[in-house]
T-cell receptor, first 115, second 112 residues
Framework: NAGVTQTPKFRVLKTGQSMTLLCAQD?????MYWYRQDPGMGLRLIHY???????AKGEVPDGYNVSRLKKQNFLLGLESAAPSQTSVYFC??????????????FGPGTRLTVL | GENVEQHPSTLSVQEGDSAVIKCTYS??????FPWYKQELGKRPQLIID?????GEKKDQRIAVTLNKTAKHFSLHITETQPEDSAVYFC???????????FGTGTRLQVFP
């Protein structure tokens, strides 16, 4: 099993460009999450999904959109990138809390730089 | 909403000493408290967790304690080793939600 994978690993964008980050998991998890990690600020939740076709806002959703068309994939989109979106992005997945303790399994991260 | 504070932000210890990291949370309804370890350039990984119906949990050299009344929980690492050097994050999940709120992290350095 590959676990949680993310594509791409690195990306450099110019201000105003758009891009999509892909997260895939092969553990049949219902829940998926997108976080951003900035120095000194920990992991902040952007958006999350509790099942195929559903999405919800996290702590810092502005400037991002998400889609969960397939259970195994969770896409994070930046429509018009800004320098403030320079960060490391982590995807995670988990079983529903009613079925398991709630451990989230993280992907390897995507380092995004917006110039 | 839930807010999690974590201290200290950096911690340096000598190999063999103990290390303690503390977190406080704001939502008394929180019922699940995991700790994640993130090595440099790697993904966060769960090392231990505790539920609100338990006061303490141990796993070899690491332990977590929870004080629900004071709304704080702590990670204890005994007999530290250089491979314990990493950033540690605490988190809390409020009852009825599926979201984890993370602390800002503690960078632990263990010197040989």
């Amino acid at each position: 099993n590959a676990g949680v994978t993310q594509t791409p690993k690195f990306r450099v964008l110019k201000t105003g460009q758009s891009m999509t980050l892909l997260c895939a998991q092969d553990m049949n998890h219902e829940y998926m999450y997108w976080y951003r990690q900035d120095p000194g600020m920990g992991l902040r939740l952007i958006h999350y999904s509790v099942g195929e076709g559903t999405t919800a806002k996290g702590e810092v959703p502005d400037g991002y959109n998400v889609s969960r068309l397939k259970k195994q994939n969770f896409l994070l989109g930046l429509e018009s990138a800004a320098p403030s979106q320079t960060s490391v992005y982590f995807c995670a997945s988990s079983y529903p809390r009613r079925l398991a303790a709630g451990e989230q399994f993280f992907g390897p991260g995507t380092r995004l730089t917006v110039l | 909403g839930e807010n999690v504070e974590q201290h200290p932000s950096t911690l340096s210890v000598q190999e063999g000493d103990s290390a303690v990291i503390k977190c406080t949370y704001s939502d008394s309804a929180s019922n699940y408290f995991p700790w994640y370890k993130q090595e440099l350039g790697k993904r966060p990984q769960l090392i231990i967790d505790i539920r609100s119906n338990v006061g303490e949990k141990k796993d070899q050299r690491i332990a977590v304690t929870l004080n629900k009344t004071a709304k704080h929980f702590s990670l204890h690492i005994t007999e530290t080793q250089p491979e314990d050097s990493a950033v540690y994050f605490c988190a809390a999940r409020a009852l009825g939600t599926d979201k984890l709120i993370f602390g800002t992290g503690t960078r632990l350095q263990v010197f040989p």
